[in-house]
């Protein structure tokens, strides 16, 4: 497959080389678009040389191809034959500046022109101040982007190149890789299937936190991002969407309805508020299987003496839900560290799931914290179904995959 990767005019210019070996290493064939300030930061050299072809510089004369070329009517009309080749156009990074161009179809250069003419699905990945994203004409020009079916992969939070903190900074390599290749693996890029458009889907993510004291709590290491996923999919499978999220460092999925919640208790209110409404379930949270029996009032201070929490069990959300659920589908999680096949099938039974995901979270590269997973997909029906190491939006994609052949064995069976 063919993938045009553009390149404009950001410091995080130099971060595309890294982006482009990976595409490579998975077998894509990369073909390299700079627009004229992209190359103030990377001579095309370093991209030629990593791609193994010429990289597009400019419309016309010199700039039309590879250094030197004379000006001809082939470079004028060549982004139309690479705009009708790609099977995905990548622009990473994109800055505020390309961002408004693609937003108003201006077409000033190869790089708009390629997006203007192509046919292909368009994945953005922007960099920039992180007051120039927060301003609302560039939140208006993602928005009319998004609204016109373009991928965004948010930028992350942190310590600008500008010297200011806070969103801006390019994503990370791992989440620019698994968008191209979920993008690339969906059944129709530019428009996905529909297949859930009928149902509505309550998922539930991240952890839970149960207060010691008004500083302290006991959690645990999920970062929520399966469970993010799993709603982003939905989402654009076309579902109706309730997300129960516990504190997270995520940015809430654009067209779901988050409810935030922070500790059990809490998610089990919500989750008994909502339940009724979802025909599918998705318990992708990792609540706190215990809570401190009591919790100080104030500040719990250090004395040199031994401190000793009592615990007690918190509220079991999901057994609650699968004694009542009906003829609603309940799929729920297993993290586990050992024994990961003997234990979701425990939890499958005896909390009366129509399937769960088996997770092993004892590994640095899957699992909590990381954007990739490796699981295995059980169901009440006898499916067993392992999926090796994949980010985790794919995983996301293959769970909905059974869901929805569960789904409609259930309804060929009423």
Known sequence: MKVAVGISGGIAAYKAAEIVRELQQRGLDVQVIM???AQEFVRPLTFAALSGKKVITGMFGPEGGAAGQEPNIESAIEHIAVAQSIDLLLVA?????ILAK???GLADDFLTTTYLATKAPVIVVPAMNVNMWDHPATQENISRLRERG????EPESGYLACGMTGPGRLASNDAIISRVMDVLAAPSAAAPVQDLSREVVLVTAGPTREAIDPVRYISNRSSGKMGYAIAQAAHDRGARVLLVSGPTNLKAPEGVETIRVTSVAEMRDAVLARWQEASIIIKAAAPADFRPRQQAEQKIHKSGQDLTLTLEPTEDILR????????????GFAAETEDLLANAERKLKAKHLDMIIGNDVSGADTGFDSDFNSVIILSAGGLKRELARLPKNQVAAEILNEVVHLRARSHARA
């Open 35 to 37: 627009t004229r300030n």
């Open 150 to 153: 373009v991928h965004i992969v």
């Open 320 to 331: 609650e839900i699968g004694k009542q659920k009906g003829d609603r589908l309940l799929v």
């Open 93 to 97: 990074p994109a800055t505020a500046d």
């Open 102 to 104: 693609f937003s108003r």
